[in-house]
């Protein structure tokens, strides 16, 4: 079975996330905290735990020999040839904040690489989706090719990350040589942002301590329109941590040594 087998499959499983979401946005829903006293406020929702179970439901009955990694309910058969990599709202904060910057991401990983990625905005209507060799926009203003700009340098980049705050101190100030260069820089998006970078709309995302299931979908949005997505050390991007992606190679070689000096 070939990559392309999976699409109509993807689609189904953003549909049926996206109508179990829906009805929970922007409603007085309750909202537990993941983390640990002392540490960052990471929310979870009833609409982050019911979208999962869905979308893992539909993996299992479809796909039973496949792997499944997801941010609310964990790790199955991580070893399989196909792994799907679920993270049912990506953007929680901006979710119970009534924003809608959130989506769902859904990945394919085929013996560890990620292979296909979508990312679906259900409130607005919008699919980003890629496989590295091309990405694709469907929504309201209908559907097209994704190809990232080209920027030569930072001084006439726009650059993009969720907040600094979530940074630690030396990440920030690292953060904070490229932000000094670039022409514009703003805050907020989580994976809307690297969206907007497939788009061509932006040109830097920089993150940290990312999971898996934040970047893995996309990837493959990325690199299929064109652009660069590594950790801030050059190297692959699928296992989180620190990320930066660049719609030109030279804005992201430019922002590596920012952030490495």
């Known amino acids: ?3 392309i087998d999976f699409t109509a499959f993807i689609g189904r499983l953003a549909t049926s996330a996206g109508e179990t979401i829906l009805p929970m946005f922007r409603t007085a829903l309750a909202i537990d905290n993941k983390s640990t006293p002392g540490h960052e406020f990471d929310p979870v929702t009833e609409a982050d ?6 979308m893992r439901r539909m993996i299992k009955e479809t796909f039973p020999q496949h792997g499944i990694v997801g941010e609310e309910f964990g790790t199955e058969n991580p ?5 799907w990599v679920l ?4 953007g929680t904060k901006s979710f119970i904040a009534g924003f809608p910057i959130w989506g769902t991401l859904i990945a394919l990983l085929h013996r560890g690489t990620p292979v296909y990625g979508m990312m679906h905005q259900p409130f607005i209507g919008e699919r980003f989706s890629g496989d590295s060799q091309s990405a694709s926009y469907r929504g309201p203003s209908g559907e097209r090719s994704l190809a990232v700009r080209r920027c030569a340098l930072l001084q006439d980049a726009t650059t993009y990350t969720t907040s600094p705050l ?3 101190a030396d990440d920030r100030a690292a953060y904070g040589r490229v932000e000094h260069e670039v022409r514009l820089s703003r805050y907020g998006g989580d994976c809307y942002a690297y969206c907007m970078l ?10 940290t301590e990312l999971k898996p299931y934040d970047v893995a979908a996309l990837i493959p949005i990325v690199t299929g329109a064109g652009g660069i997505i590594t950790t801030w050390e050059g190297g692959p991007a699928q296992n989180g941590g620190r990320i930066i992606a660049a719609g030109d190679p030279r804005i992201h070689q430019a ?7």
């Open 1 to 3: 079975m070939t990559v």
């Open 49 to 54: 735990r019911a979208a999962e179970a869905v």
């Open 79 to 83: 070893d399989a040839e196909y792994v």
């Open 87 to 90: 993270d049912p709202i990506d």
């Open 166 to 168: 979530l940074m630690n």
């Open 198 to 207: 497939a788009a061509g709309n932006l040109d830097l995302v920089i993150e």
């Open 255 to 261: 922002a590596m040594k920012l952030l490495a000096s």
